[in-house]
């Protein structure tokens, strides 16, 4: 996939995250993340087989987001207790700079 592609399916990824977490699932239809992602719903089919798909592949791009932060964390603490103490730790200071939101 060239250059252009990978911005285009990164766009649509990005939109979907977004609409997930705000309007959840079952709320946010392939219209939506068209618009928000700006690309016609030919496009988003190229790159995503289904609105199952596309949400799978969200999660999937949040999860790698954010496992250096856990591999992090699971390597700081070897008490397993206090290593779910410092992972809420963490997610409450994570969400409380940022106003309570997941950017």
Known sequence: ???RGRATREKI???TKRLLR???YNRTTIDDICKAAGVKRGNLYFHFSSKHDLACQAVEDSGNRY??????LMEEEADPLAKIELLIDRIVGYFAARGGKAT
């Open 1 to 3: 996939m060239n250059r």
């Open 13 to 15: 990824i990005n939109a």
């Open 22 to 24: 705000d309007q959840g």
């Open 67 to 72: 496992l250096p932060f856990f591999q992090t």
